[in-house]
T-cell receptor, first 114, second 115 residues
Framework: DVKVTQSSRYLVKRTGEKVFLECVQD?????MFWYRQDPGLGLRLIYF???????EKGDIPEGYSVSREKKERFSLILESASTNQTSMYLC?????????????FGPGTRLTVL | AQSVTQLDSQVPVFEEAPVELRCNYS??????LFWYVQYPNQGLQLLLK??????LVKGINGFEAEFNKSQTSFHLRKPSVHISDTAEYFC?????????????FGKGTKLSVIP
């Protein structure tokens, strides 16, 4: 059974803290993604990675960075958390290929920044 | 660039009644289309997808969707809903091709099934 896990389901941090959100997949997928989900806005892509140490900006990368040192792990970093980064964060992974391959999602991390 | 519009943010429906969740897209090129479901406190799960071929696509849990190119729509339907269908549903598109990664999502439709 395919599996994408995220390190925390709920996280509470203070403004200015450095925050790490971790995502691990066990499907040997090349592609990994970080999305942010907000009520009434749907899912918006923050960053994605198509290989180890490779990354591409999505639609809303400001205030975030990412790290992919191993194929199975993709980290989202908030260098200095702010209250407007309070949100649900979803990680996904998918195989590479000539066309499209399905993205599999983790359960999400609900981050609250106080 | 492509975009997705889900016309209803919330849809209440009685148990065993039919339901249609509407999705329209905008794109200057051909796209692949998807419906995802998110149950409370869970991640997204793929319900169904249209890549090519028959315009009527059947998915899991009794859902189906019809691709209408002339109306640029991909509406999701179920003839008889259950309480367990209460969830948020997202329509998404992607432009197919080598190196194609980015899904564009609609803002979601919350389906509430009333007993």
């Amino acid at each position: 059974d395919v599996k994408v896990t995220q390190s925390s389901r709920y996280l509470v941090k203070r403004t200015g803290e450095k925050v790490f959100l971790e995502c691990v997949q066990d499907m040997d997928h090349e592609n990994m993604f970080w999305y942010r989900q907000d009520p009434g806005l749907g899912l918006r892509l923050i960053y994605f990675s198509y290989d180890v140490k490779m990354k591409e900006k999505g639609d809303i990368p400001e205030g975030y960075s990412v790290s992919r040192e191993k194929k199975e792990r993709f980290s989202l970093i908030l260098e200095s958390a702010s209250t407007n980064q309070t949100s649900m964060y979803l990680c996904a992974s998918g195989a590479a290929g000539p066309e499209y391959n399905e993205q599999f999602f983790g359960p999400g991390t609900r981050l609250t920044v106080l | 660039a492509q975009s997705v519009t889900q016309l209803d943010s919330q849809v209440p429906v009685f148990e065993e009644a039919p339901v249609e969740l509407r999705c329209n897209y905008s794109s200057s090129v051909s796209v692949y289309l998807f419906w995802y479901v998110q149950y409370p406190n869970q991640g997204l799960q793929l319900l169904l997808k249209y890549l090519s071929g028959s315009t009527l696509v059947k998915g899991i849990n009794g859902f189906e969707a019809e691709f209408n190119k002339s109306q640029t729509s991909f509406h999701l339907r179920k003839p008889s809903v259950h309480i367990s269908d209460t969830a948020e549903y997202f329509c998404a598109v992607i432009v197919p091709g080598a190196g194609s990664y980015q899904l564009t999502f609609g803002k979601g439709t919350k389906l509430s099934v009333i007993p």
